[in-house]
């Protein structure tokens, strides 16, 4: 973890951030959970345990500049949906699937994916850098009362 942090720390300060005491612990806080994808008011509330200190604004306008540092990635649905989630540098490169219902947000990777993407490069001479995909539906124990999901074909 502290290999992580000096991570973060050093895109920071290459973009003349410093790493405040207040950034520290949010940062920390994105760390320790890192498989999980935050609203502003979940992870709010988790800095809070931490460090009472940090308000609100305080939590979106940082959430805002690690975006724009790519040290958070934010997964935008509408205006009320929007959660974030550390950019690992380690980890695998994944995209997401977004249950509308509970919030629930599953991962997967792609192999096919990335063999569209070198055909799409081909096709209109495009050279892609990075892609992001979601797909938006309901999760296995909320489909059940989602339009259209009503047959339950009970061979579980
Ligand atoms: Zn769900
Ligand atoms: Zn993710
Ligand atoms: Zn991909």
Redesign the pocket.
């Known amino acids: 973890m502290p290999g992580l942090m000096n991570k973060y720390e050093r895109i920071l300060s290459e973009n003349n951030y410093k790493l405040t005491s207040q950034r520290r612990d949010v940062i920390k806080v994105l760390i320790e959970n890192r498989e999980k ?1 935050f609203s502003a008011d979940r992870l709010y509330q988790e800095v809070q345990n931490i460090n009472s200190d940090i308000g609100l604004a305080t939590i979106y306008r940082n959430l805002e500049i690690f975006c724009e540092l790519g040290i958070v ?1 934010m ?1 935008e649905f509408d205006s009320k949906f929007k959660h974030y ?1 550390l950019v690992d540098f380690e980890e695998e490169h ?1 995209h ?1 699937l977004i249950c509308l219902n509970c919030d629930k ?1 599953l ?1 997967f990777s792609d192999e096919d994916l990335e063999e569209f993407e070198r055909r799409l490069e081909k096709e209109y001479s495009f050279t892609t850098v990075d892609h992001h995909l979601k797909f938006y539906g309901y999760c296995d124990e909320c489909k059940t009362d989602s339009p259209g999901g009503d047959e339950k074909n009970g061979s579980k």
């Open positions: 994808h990635h997964l989630e994944h997401h947000i991962e």
